[in-house]
């Protein structure tokens, strides 16, 4: 089809007002027909909408289209979807191009409509020349393994275990603590029906350990994961228990024997397990672990062990690897600690508690009994201050909603009235009562029914009496307008949720971004929210942002049914978007090269001496870090060929190029970040041409030597940061020292520096993003088109020399 | 409330504490019976005691115990350990040591009898002997009452002296069984040992160890500045070894520990420390000795 003359189609949308309502989109309409092989343009009000896509699909009929170019929103959103709709109409789906004018124009240009529409119809003459270029791909077919891993044994990966092997997939539970559960097992009751949290949670637990699919890998950490959808090889190292899991019989009487206490983290340090011990004692699986850091080896465990031999100390942590076709993430989350004496006397003061804390205390098997006494005095309590938002929703400490607090405070609250009525007072110091979702609304009205009063203000600061060690919360009450007293006996902080610990080294190992928060992000917000950028990787329950039980359980079970749609096929199509080595032009046939082979980060070519190397496409991921590497031109990337992103460059810098900044964005993190910067409607100047390519690795000396050439402005290349966030493991890095060694040659060959920038974006920064360009945009004025012009009219015919080779392309 | 870990120090005493919300610890060294041996420091599991040299320019010379409050586990062993009775641990308040209530470590023997039967009235060579001032005399008449002035005393028949010595504190040096005229105690010792001075090797006028030995009868300088060594007495601690600054002038072994039966690897190990790795298989030799006689003498039952 290449051969053939392109007949390339335009659909420019609507979105309703969203794009409409700033760029004038009938102007770009007739731009866009009066660009070379355009033989039909469009607009509709919803080009993604039912209508909208029949409308392409007729029009590839009538018009006999072999190209399809929608301008619209963000490829990141729609492209599988136009694709669709151009196969479904018998066009291959890889000759669909996307112009992104919403996220790119419209949304982030509101206030010069005129800029907009022109800089609108500048990325249309971006896609459409690339459209011409593009090439008919076949997707690769994968196999599948049809297992699943799931990370993190709480209250969600338990029901995403259970779901997918109720489906009959095999699936391994990987949890990094001794015993599955997680934070839901700690809890006492659960709001808003006041049922006991182990009694619910315990059934389940025991079911997804008895599950003939599921197999449980506890005390265990995730080391690494290689792979991709459908084909992940996972390397779990099992952490020594010392104790044989097949021999345990659970009966604890290791444990009545050893001599050596150490606090029990799980009970939050207020309580004591053994050296040879479990966590709590609805464990699962039921297996004592001997911590060897406190054991003093007396080795009274083994004689109480006796016959059963389950105790062996020389265990050596154990290395497996695992081979899953989809990976769940259900990490969770760690609950706030304030730091000592920081917040509202925590630390400093004894009679002040977290909300955690509370739940042990109350709890009939924590440390203390279920009384819910003072460490001061081990009395009980005749007046309590819960006190709300404690890091949570403070800019100077975690600025979200954790989202959960209101809900368990008011738990507390009306547990303390249950257990001790008219002997306690109980105080609510609140900023806003959340409590929507089904019967929360109802649970706040039974705890104001039952006398707890409620206090709305942020509390200022708490105070000890150094005689009675009560306390006195301070804070102005909104409804009075004034700042009051209240003395209590105890205080409890409804503290924040935070990322679960470790989840820096899991985004790490699993490629898949973090917020701005710290917990992981979903691939969109609203129609992907159990989706990670990575095909195959799914999130479930607080990992992804702070969750209750009920919305922690639908996620999970949500994420069992994402990776089902995986593991119930037994091949999987990926992107065809892989290197293609051209044997005639590689030099490693005549000289000793081997440069790509050095520089990809999948170890995916070979470059046997004498040979020309050879790409081994399964592994290949598609950075194009290669093709930007190659010395002479030999490796193409399919879809990401050097001649479709100099057409780009070319469409981009036709018209007034010294005003521009041409930016080369990666995919994964750039792109994305300045798609949130249009989402969230951050204002920047109009001076950005963008191209997406889907690795800052892929991006070419050349294809920065050319925009100089044709006189750009200014050159951006925008890549995940380092060291860990490339989603390619290290394109940015290669990235980094190509291009410092071009900046220097640049700027010896008399460029500015500020004219050629390199700068790392995540896909949160999209207040950086939004700066970024506007700080550029300033620097351009400053420079003046005058000096602009100036450089490149000396530098152009050094670059004409360099870059002639390339004119063949 | 979060788990606090607490040092406190005053001149007489040195106490950590691992405060939690249901359970509070408490270690306390007693720095007047401390007499900064090797003993806890060798046996300690965690390696949370240090015998701390003093730095250069600080005041004093001798070195102290420092004990850290983050490695600590409070399981009792340097407290079942120490001869002089320096170390106490409490749980919520309560004197416990773990290790020892676990059967996980044993409890030193101090086997002392004192036969105050044969004790004259009047006589106080014993309390003027102990080193460590554990031993009480008292005068009392048959009714138990205690008498201040015995010779004001009518009848003297009725007299008896009573000898009482706080056992937990004494390391058995057997100064008091040599000097009391009446041979009234009967001791042995708790650690069983040899040390050898090389005052070939003692620096010019030093005397460190003769300071530093809490038995003041063990080491003595001769007229010529020499230290002289009396075996009899010593407690082999380890406290001269501590303070000498030559290393190899003092050479200290310890072979045998009388204690109570247990049976625990970390006993074993401690004793290896402590002894020598012969000296350990021979006494686990000697109880699987014994317990083939006990089985023998079960079957032959």
């Known amino acids: ?809 | 409330m979060p788990m606090k870990l607490k040092r406190s120090e005053t001149d007489e005493q040195l106490k950590i504490e691992r405060i939690m919300y249901a359970r509070q610890y408490s270690l306390t060294l007693d720095k007047r019976r401390c007499v900064v041996c090797e003993l806890c420091e060798i046996v300690c599991p965690r390696e949370a005691i240090q015998v701390v040299k003093p730095a250069e320019g600080e005041e004093t010379t001798s070195p102290r115990l420092e004990i850290d409050v983050e490695l600590c586990q409070y399981c009792g062993i340097c407290n079942a350990i120490c001869p002089f009775g320096a170390l106490e641990l409490k749980i919520d308040g309560e004197k416990v040591v773990p290790v020892v209530k676990f059967e996980s470590f044993p409890q030193l023997i101090r086997e002392i009898e004192i036969d105050d039967e044969k004790c004259p009235v009047g006589c106080t060579v014993c309390v003027d002997a102990c080193p460590l001032k554990l031993i009480t005399v008292k005068v009392v008449d048959d009714e138990g009452r205690e008498v201040e002035d015995a010779e004001l005393y009518p009848d003297e028949e009725r007299l008896r002296v009573t000898v009482e010595l706080d056992k937990e504190y004494c390391p058995v040096c057997r100064v008091c069984e040599y000097k009391c005229p009446y041979d009234a105690i009967h001791t042995q010792k708790v650690i069983y040992g040899h040390i050898r001075v090389d005052t070939d090797l003692c620096p010019e006028g030093c005397r460190e160890c003769v300071d530093a030995c809490p038995i003041p009868e063990v080491l003595q300088l001769s007229e010529d500045g020499k230290v002289v060594v009396n075996d009899l007495f010593c407690v082999y601690c380890g406290a001269c070894r501590v303070v000498c600054p030559v290393e190899g002038a003092i050479s200290l072994e310890r072979t045998v520990i009388r204690h109570t039966p247990v049976h625990s690897g970390a006993w074993n190990k401690a004793l290896e420390k402590l002894t020598s790795t012969k000296d350990m298989t021979k006494e686990l030799r000697s109880r699987a000795v014994i317990k083939v006689k006990e089985s023998v003498e079960r079957r032959l039952a």
């Open chain 1, 1 to 809: 089809m290449s051969e053939e003359e392109p007949r390339i189609g335009v659909f420019v949308c609507h979105c309703g007002l969203n794009i409409a309502g700033v760029i004038d989109v009938e102007e770009v309409t007739n731009y866009a027909k009066t660009l070379p092989n355009v033989v039909y343009a469009v607009h509709n009000r919803y080009t993604c909408s039912d209508p909208g896509q029949d409308e392409i699909r007729k029009g590839i009929k009538e018009y006999n289209l072999n190209r399809v170019v929608v301008a619209a929103c963000s490829p990141r959103l729609h492209e599988p979807t136009f694709r669709r709709c151009v196969a479904e109409a018998g066009l291959n789906p890889y000759l669909f191009e996307m112009a992104n004018i919403r996220e790119f124009s419209s949304w982030c240009h509101p206030s010069t409509p005129e800029e907009a529409t022109e800089k609108a119809k500048e990325i249309v003459r971006m896609a459409v020349a690339k459209a011409r270029l593009l090439n008919p791909l076949k997707p690769l077919e994968v196999p599948v393994t049809q297992k699943a891993l799931v990370l993190g044994g709480g209250i969600a990966g338990i029901n995403a275990a259970l779901d997918l092997a109720e489906m009959g997939f095999k699936v391994y539970l990987v949890e990094k603590k001794e015993s599955i559960g997680g934070h839901m097992a700690q809890l006492d009751k659960t709001f808003p029906t006041l049922d006991c949290s182990i009694c619910i949670e315990g059934p389940r637990m025991v079911d997804v350990a008895r599950h003939p699919n599921v197999e449980i890998i506890s005390y265990a950490d995730l080391l690494s994961v290689e792979g991709y959808v459908g084909n992940f090889k996972v390397k779990v190292r099992k952490n020594p228990r010392y104790v044989i899991a097949d021999n345990c019989t659970g009966c604890g009487e290791c444990r009545d024997v050893c001599p050596i206490e150490f606090p029990n983290e799980w009970d939050m340090n207020m309580g004591v397990r053994r050296a040879i011990d479990i966590p709590f004692a609805q464990a699962v699986p039921l297996i004592y672990t001997i911590n060897r850091d406190h054991c003093i080896e007396c080795y009274k465990c083994v004689d109480a062990c006796g016959a059963r031999q389950a105790i062996d100390f020389s265990q050596e942590p154990e290395e497996i690897e695992l081979e899953v076709g989809a990976i769940i993430v259900a990490t969770g989350y760690d609950i706030y600690v304030p730091e000592e004496g920081n917040l509202y006397g925590y630390g400093r003061y004894s009679n002040v508690i977290t909300g955690l804390e509370f739940e042990r205390l109350i709890l009939a098997a924590g440390p203390t009994g279920g009384h819910v006494v003072r460490a001061s005095d081990g009395r009980r309590p005749r007046s309590v201050a819960l006190i709300q938002c404690v890091g949570s929703r403070d800019v100077n400490k975690y600025e979200y909603c954790s989202g959960f607090c209101c809900m368990y405070t008011l738990k507390h609250a009306i547990q303390l009235k249950e257990h001790y009525g008219r002997e306690v007072e109980v105080y609510v110091f609140y900023m806003d009562m959340r409590s929507n979702f089904k019967g929360y609304e109802e649970f706040y009205r039974r705890a104001r029914e039952m006398g707890v009063t409620f206090i709305r203000g942020r509390v200022s600061r708490v105070i000890e009496d150094p005689k009675t060690k009560n306390l006195i919360v301070r804070v102005e009450d909104i409804a009075l307008g004034e700042p009051i007293e209240v003395e209590v006996e105890l205080v409890v902080l409804a503290t924040a949720a935070l990322p679960s610990k470790g989840s820096d080294e899991i985004s790490r190992i699993l490629n898949i971004s973090r917020g701005a928060d710290g917990f992981f992000m979903e691939s969109h917000p609203k129609l992907k929210p159990i989706d990670t950028p990575v095909d195959g990787i799914f999130l479930a329950g607080a990992c992804q942002g702070p969750k209750d039980i009920p919305y922690s359980v639908s996620q999970g079970c949500g994420a069992a049914a994402r990776a089902a749609t995986i593991l119930s096929k037994k091949t999987w199509k990926i992107e065809p978007i892989v290197a293609v080595v051209d044997p005639s032009r590689c030099r490693n046939v005549k000289a000793k090269c081997g440069i790509c082979a050095a520089k990809c980060p999948y170890g995916a070519i070979r470059a046997p001496q004498g040979q020309p190397a050879q790409v081994i496409t399964a592994m290949c991921h598609g950075c194009g870090t290669c093709a930007a590497e190659c010395p002479a031109d030999a490796i193409t990337q399919m879809h990401f060929t050097d001649a479709q992103i100099f057409a780009q460059i070319r469409a981009a810098l036709q018209e007034n190029p010294e005003d521009k900044i041409l930016g080369f964005l990666c995919n994964w993190c750039s792109y994305a970040g300045a798609d949130l910067a249009g989402t969230s409607r951050f204002e920047y100047p109009p001076t950005l041409r963008p191209i997406r390519v889907m690795c800052s690795g892929r991006v070419d000396r050349d294809f920065v030597l050319e925009a100089f050439r044709l006189g750009a402005g200014m050159v951006l290349v925008a890549a995940c940061h380092l060291p860990y966030d490339c989603h390619y493991i290290s394109g940015n890095w290669r990235m980094k020292e190509r291009m410092e060694v071009l900046a220097r040659m640049l700027t010896k060959l008399g460029l500015s520096p500020e004219r050629f920038r390199v700068d790392y974006i995540s896909a949160a920064e999209g207040v950086k993003f939004a700066e970024l360009i506007t700080e550029m945009t300033e620097k351009l004025k400053e420079l003046g088109r005058e000096r602009i012009m100036a450089e490149n009219q000396k530098l152009k015919p050094v670059l004409d020399r360099m870059l002639s080779r390339k004119k063949r392309t």
